[in-house]
């Protein structure tokens, strides 16, 4: 297995702590290497050199908030980025499948439940660049016969999501809070509705479309709602505590147009794959609590060594 990864001057490898292997490793199963979507060139001779079988493409500016910040740079690495990469392996001439992160932010203001045949309306400069992405998949496979596959997928959470997204951010606010070495919690919009599932059986989800006879475009989601502020109080709820005692507003985690409900209809992928979500609601909300208590435990007791790569 090969990754691409951006050059940091710090170790940017820490999410992948569980499958890392050094360069001297014999056996080696995983190789990474220095990457990056802009860099064109640089990915022709990357995808030549590896001559891979499946190309999944996740990278992008994700972050929903600061697109808009930064609605340029996330139009250059999630919109044109797709295109650098479709381009290089057409240029490399590799015949691979091609897996594109598509989102259910494309949806945006259309209201639920989403499926493959909803109408895109997307509420931010990455919901607009992820849907150029999608259409130049589309595209590739008409136009050149690529095994390209849209994965529509709905939030997808684990305990090695970001910080700074909504559901992390609370669940290692809680087990800090609990622990007496936070105040408080700053949230924005608790009223967003979202449809939030576990991450590793999205991945399966992901492998399963590109095993397909024929590339074609599905949606994951578990079809579960919950608003933002019930995905809190179930985390505060876990550790005993009353949720208003901590939780505080602050605007600057909202956004100039929110994405209010996204409720997916991921029938298409267990007709066709037998692929359903299992894991949701509350119970992932404990599983991400319990992996947070443990990890600032671990810090805390002084377990946690960082790896030197
Ligand atoms: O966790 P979020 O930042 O995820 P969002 O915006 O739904 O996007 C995520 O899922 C998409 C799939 O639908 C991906 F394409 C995308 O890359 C990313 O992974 O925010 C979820 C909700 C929003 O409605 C936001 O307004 O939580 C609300 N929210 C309220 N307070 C907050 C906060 N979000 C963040 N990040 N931080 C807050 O303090």
């Known amino acids: 297995m090969h990754g691409a990864i951006r050059r940091s001057s710090s ?110 309306h997307p509420r931010s400069p990455y919901g607009a660049a992820k849907v150029y992405a999608y259409w130049l998949a589309v595209n590739y496979r008409e136009a050149y016969g690529m095994f390209a596959v849209n994965g529509i997928l709905f939030n997808h959470e684990s305990p090695r ?18 622990a ?43 079809g579960v709602p919950m608003t933002v502020r019930a995905f809190a109080a179930a985390a505060f709820e876990r550790v005993g505590l009353e949720m208003e005692k901590y939780l505080a507003h602050d605007a600057r985690y909202e956004r100039p147009a929110e994405v209010d409900a996204l409720i997916g209809d991921a029938g298409k992928a267990l007709g066709t794959f037998g692929w359903a979500a299992q894991v949701h609601g509350v119970d992932l909300v404990h599983l991400m609590v319990e992996a947070d208590i443990k990890a600032l435990d671990d810090q805390l007791s002084g377990r946690t060594i960082r790896i030197d790569r």
């Not at 990457?35 to 050199?49: H, S």
């Not at 997204?165 to 800090?176: C, G, L, N, S």
């Open 161 to 178: 999501r970001g910080e700074t997204f909504v559901t992390r951010k609370i669940t290692r606010a809680v087990a800090r809070i609990a």
């Open 180 to 222: 007496g070495v936070q105040d408080r919690l700053y949230l924005g919009n608790l009223d967003a509705v979202r449809d939030w599932g576990y991450a590793p059986e999205y991945v399966e989800g992901m492998w399963r479309m590109l095993q397909q006879d024929q590339p074609d475009d599905y949606v994951l989601a578990t």
């Open 11 to 120: 170790f940017n490898t820490d999410r992948i702590d569980g499958i890392y292997q050094d360069p001297q490793t014999s056996d080696r199963s995983l190789f990474l290497h220095h990457t990056d979507l802009v860099d064109g060139v640089g990915l022709v001779n990357l995808l030549r050199d590896v001559q891979p079988d499946e190309v999944y493409h996740l990278a992008a500016q994700s972050h929903v908030r600061v697109s808009f910040e930064m609605p340029h740079y996330t139009g250059l690495t999630t919109g044109l980025g797709t295109a650098q990469l479709l381009e290089a392996i057409r240029a490399a001439d590799v015949p691979c499948r091609f897996y594109q992160a598509s989102s259910s932010e494309m949806f945006g203001a259309t209201p639920p439940p989403q499926n493959e045949h909803t109408p895109f």
